[in-house]
């Protein structure tokens, strides 16, 4: 058997793991690679930064399902993924970094662009590697990418020594990997589903949690299936959008923080609550002590340290989510019989709740325009079916109400971590894995700047990526804080000098809009989506709109601020008396214009 080199040995891995496209950046330590791949059938995706490279690979994954691959080079080129790797695992997306490394012989000598990047990543990866031999090479591989995918998926960084790169061996590449310390467990326990089964046919106000676990699991229509049996509602985290179709009659919406209003109250009133694939983080939780107290709760997860992390739970059940559903239903039967009228008495009630407060904005004509308008246009001239990337800000959090996701992988967005910067490149990957797809970064004008220099790849790719950017003039979230809690001080949130969009993005050979009001808004966004290249929309919005509901830090989920402060709560919420003093109480969501699409 004639042999290869590191580099021949791992382009062929690659390529017996199926992958197709590559992102990164390239450099000394890694040109044997790029010398070689440049010849495979393997697409190269040349970004213009090394942390873009990762958020582009983690887009490509989550909208794909597939793992998202990396490579870049020693020293800065290593350092600059650790936000990436970070936001990842942060996530549970499967994304594994190649990254270079001096020779063995200088490790340790503080060599040109050497740094210990192993030992920097350890903590923000789920495992990570130093190949210390071209022999070991395909099965470091082949471990990598069964570790990526395999439990719950997440981030894996593989560090390659020149040498090893440029050495020879034998190329064998594992069928299968058996590692002792790992071993995820994703059939639940028989004894565990029989509880479980009881729990969900006793329950008379019962609310499904789907976290990003039913997405990465593939459960979506395993979970619509049992909601409906059992006329269960079902509300979804940011991670978890589109997992349950967002125009469902039972969809409840986003709990928490920013979630909705019928979504936080069913939760807190829920004798219920199973969560599937949902780590209970602390936005959508709230103060833990005055979270979902008259709830009993299942918690359905693949990751054993996820479960009783947070919350101590009453049924823990250890699997994949999809097996978990699937377990269920067949435990439950055909026709499980259960308190129906309980059932319809629960909707009615969240329904009153909906009525109370429903997601709602009041565009004026001939004010300024709001970027809730903006959302919904979007939403409304798609038709619901873009796949929607976001940045991370008040943007988000509006794209997250206004834009019902119908199906799994088509709203991608930097949950655990929050980069500012991640959803241009994470455009580009969704763009690069669905070319059929319309896709759109629903950016704030501060997070886009993070990593602007990306629209560079947008074009010499020729992707069709659309941006659409809330500009405000601020970095808008921490603006709001500013507002509620700190007496209006603006410290280092007025962005001042921006650049203009429209020019910038001709300059990058892309086409510009901009609009400041409704008409244009609708306008552009026509003529964006006409347009068979990649666009930017530069929508000028009111700096003074604020994300509601809103929970302030400290206190229950049920203590929302729901507009202005200095009005009253809706009858039957929370008490507001852990809001801070200059917050208000809260407020109802006033006379604005209810937004249907988000209401329904």
């Excluded at 050495?167 to 590449?173: I, L, P, R, T």
């Excluded at 990997?177 to 589903?193: C, E, G, N």
């Excluded at 796949?387 to 008040?394: I, P, S, Y």
């Excluded at 729901?562 to 507001?576: D, V």
Aim: charged content about 20%; hydrophobic content about 45%.
């Amino acid at each position: 058997m004639s042999k290869l080199s590191g580099a021949e040995i791992l382009i062929e891995c690659w390529r017996k793991e199926g992958v197709e496209v590559v992102f990164g950046y390239p450099g000394a330590a890694t040109v044997e690679i790029h010398h070689h791949l440049h010849e495979s059938p393997i697409r190269f995706v040349l970004c213009r930064h090394e942390q873009a490279a990762v958020h582009a690979a983690d887009g490509y994954a989550r909208s794909s399902g597939r793992p998202g691959v990396v490579l870049v080079t020693s020293g800065p080129g290593a350092t600059n993924t650790i936000t990436g790797l970070a936001g990842a695992n942060m996530d549970s997306v499967p994304v594994l970094v190649f990254s270079g490394q001096v020779a063995r012989m200088l490790i340790g000598n503080d060599a040109f662009q050497e740094v210990d990047i192993v030992g920097m990543t350890r903590p923000a990866t789920k495992h990570n590697y130093l190949v210390l031999s071209t022999e070991e090479l395909a099965q470091t591989v082949k471990e990598a990418f069964y570790v990526a995918v395999s439990g719950r998926p997440g981030s894996i960084l593989v560090d390659l020594p020149k040498d090893v790169i440029g050495g020879e061996a034998e190329f064998v590449y594992p069928k299968k990997v058996q590692l002792r310390a790992y071993r995820p467990h994703l059939t639940p326990h028989p004894r565990q589903v029989m509880k479980a089964a009881k729990l969900l046919l006793d329950a008379r106000r019962p609310v499904f949690l789907a976290g990003g676990g039913v997405v990465s699991s593939g459960a979506s229509e395993e979970l619509v299936k049992l909601a409906e049996t059992l006329e269960i509602p079902v509300s979804t985290t940011l991670m978890g959008l589109g997992g349950f179709p967002g125009t469902h009659r039972l969809f409840l919406g986003m709990p928490g923080m920013h979630g909705l209003y019928r979504a936080n109250m069913a939760i807190q009133n829920a004798d219920l609550i199973v969560a599937v694939g949902a780590r209970f983080d602390d936005r959508v939780t709230g103060a833990l002590g005055g979270f979902a107290k008259k709830a009993v709760i299942v918690h359905i997860d693949v990751d054993t340290t996820s479960i009783h992390k947070i919350l101590d739970v009453d049924v823990p059940l250890v699997a994949d989510a999809r097996q978990a559903l699937l377990a269920l239903a067949a435990e439950l039967g055909e026709a499980p019989r259960f308190d129906r009228a309980g059932r319809g008495a629960w909707q009615a009630l969240i329904e009153t709740w909906n009525r109370e407060a429903p997601l709602s904005y009041d565009q004026r004509p001939g004010g300024p325009l709001l970027p809730q308008y903006v959302v919904e246009a979007l939403y409304n001239h798609t038709s619901g079916k873009a796949v929607v990337t976001t940045e991370v800000g008040q943007h988000q959090m509006w794209a997250a109400q206004y834009y019902l996701c119908e199906r799994p992988r088509q709203f991608i967005s930097s949950g655990g971590l929050g980069v500012m910067g991640f959803g241009l490149p994470a455009a580009i990957g969704a763009q690069v894995a669905r070319p059929e797809a319309t896709v759109i970064d629903i950016a704030g004008d501060g997070s886009l700047m993070m990593n602007v220099q990306e629209l560079a790849t947008v074009a010499q790719e020729g992707l069709p990526v659309k941006v659409a950017v809330l500009n405000n003039g601020n970095l808008g979230m921490v603006r709001q804080w500013q507002d509620l809690f700190y007496g209006g001080r603006h410290a280092a949130t007025l962005l001042g000098q921006l650049p203009d969009f429209v020019r910038l993005a001709e300059a990058f050979g892309i086409r510009g809009f901009q609009a400041s009001d409704p008409p244009g808004a609708d306008r552009i966004i026509r003529e964006a989506l006409d347009h068979p290249g990649p666009a930017l929309m530069d929508f000028r919005v009111s700096a003074d709109e604020l994300v509601y509901p809103m929970v302030p830090a400290g206190a229950p989920i049920d203590h929302m601020l729901l507009g202005p402060p200095g009005t009253a709560l809706p009858a039957g919420s929370g008490s507001p008396g852990a809001v801070p003093a200059e917050a208000g109480g809260g407020a109802s969501a006033g006379d604005g214009r209810d937004a249907g699409t988000a209401g329904a």
